[in-house]
């Protein structure tokens, strides 16, 4: 009933760009910050980015700022990650993941988020 749907991963040169999507049914979408993860083969899930509820506060990882944007559009009840000047080392399942405890999104602790999306691949090779 309360569902996250990510879509947009695959597989692109270094360099390139895609746009993740992070569609939300089942709950009342603009009240939760969201969240997005990470998880590379043989790596501990790792935060990249993050945004309030109304859009007004995000969060990026040293290793993605400057190269990815989070947005959202609560009318659409969806979150976006947009990934330019990927490198092979941003190739992991990437989760989408709304917080019901946080009031201005923090990354770095996904114990305090409860709902989560089941991911999408992006790879990133030549």
């Known amino acids: 009933q309360l569902q996250l749907v990510e879509s947009g991963g695959g597989l692109v040169q270094p360099g390139g760009s895609l746009r993740l999507s992070c569609a939300a049914s089942?709950?009342?979408?603009?009240?939760?910050?969201i969240g997005w993860f990470r998880q590379a083969p043989g790596k501990e899930r790792e935060g990249v980015s993050c945004?309030?509820?109304?859009?007004?506060?995000?969060n990026y990882a040293d290793s993605v700022k400057g190269r990815f944007t989070i947005s959202r559009d609560n009318a659409k009840n969806t979150v976006y990650l947009q990934m330019n000047s990927l490198k092979p080392e941003d190739t992991a399942v990437y989760y989408c993941?709304?917080?019901?405890?946080?009031?201005?999104?923090?990354?770095?602790?996904?114990?305090?988020?409860?709902?989560w999306g089941q991911g999408t691949q992006v790879t990133v090779s030549s």
């Open positions: 993941a709304a917080s019901s405890v946080q009031a201005m999104c923090v990354m770095n602790r996904p114990n305090e988020y409860d709902y």
């Open positions: 089942g709950f009342t979408f603009d009240y939760y910050p």
């Open positions: 945004i309030s509820s109304s859009g007004g506060s995000t």
